[in-house]
């Protein structure tokens, strides 16, 4: 899960490698934040984690009903920081998840405020607040890909590169977020 920043020369990202913190199945979890499970992320964060790499996720030619599932929780300062998830078939150009992309799990919650966040953040659909236990969300992963390329062929016989995505203004901070069971699934006939 290699990490990036979505702004250029913007602050190294939070993500900390898989942890043994509190998780959703198991004992351990993938976390956004502080250097514990309890730590608070850095500001002024515009950065992804991305399963896969550099290569994406494989989705097989004909395959169909492409989905994401995860568990989350969180805690962010609620309208001025989030997290989103963003999609890319070319590992260039994303596309942020659509609300009606995500199937399970509840919705986005908010948006990023136009006071300091980092270049481009502004008005992001994101989970705000506070969940504090595991939610199970499931994403139609051929609805993202179509509105990444602007087509209707779903992810099949693509390379999809998802990016799991924090944003942070630059004053208050908070724990972050915390992924765990992270499955990517598709039919293939």
Not at 36 to 56: D, E, V, W
Not at 122 to 133: D, E, I, L, N, Y
Request: hydrophobic share 30%; proline share 6%.
């Amino acid at each position: 899960w290699p990490t990036g920043t979505f702004v250029s020369g913007g602050s190294p990202p939070s993500w900390r490698g898989i942890q043994p913190c509190p998780a959703q199945g198991g004992t351990k979890i993938f976390p956004y934040g502080g250097t514990s499970c309890t730590g608070n992320y850095a500001s002024s964060n515009f950065n992804f984690a991305k399963p896969q790499g550099s290569t994406g996720i494989s989705v097989p030619a004909g395959a169909s009903t492409t989905r994401l599932s995860f568990g989350s929780r969180w805690r962010y300062e609620t309208t001025y920081d989030g997290w989103t998830m963003a999609v890319s078939v070319n590992g260039t150009n994303y596309t942020f998840v659509p609300a009606s992309a995500i199937l399970t799990g509840g919705a986005y919650n908010g948006t990023i405020s136009a006071s300091c966040p980092p270049a481009g953040a502004a008005g992001t659909s994101v989970f705000s607040g506070a969940q504090t236990s595991f939610l199970t969300k499931t994403v139609d992963l051929d609805a993202a890909c179509n509105a990444a390329t602007g087509g209707s062929g779903g992810c099949a016989g693509q390379s999809v590169h998802i990016a799991f995505t924090s944003i942070t203004d630059c004053s208050v901070t908070d724990d972050g977020l915390f992924l765990d069971n992270v499955t990517v699934t598709a039919c293939v006939p």
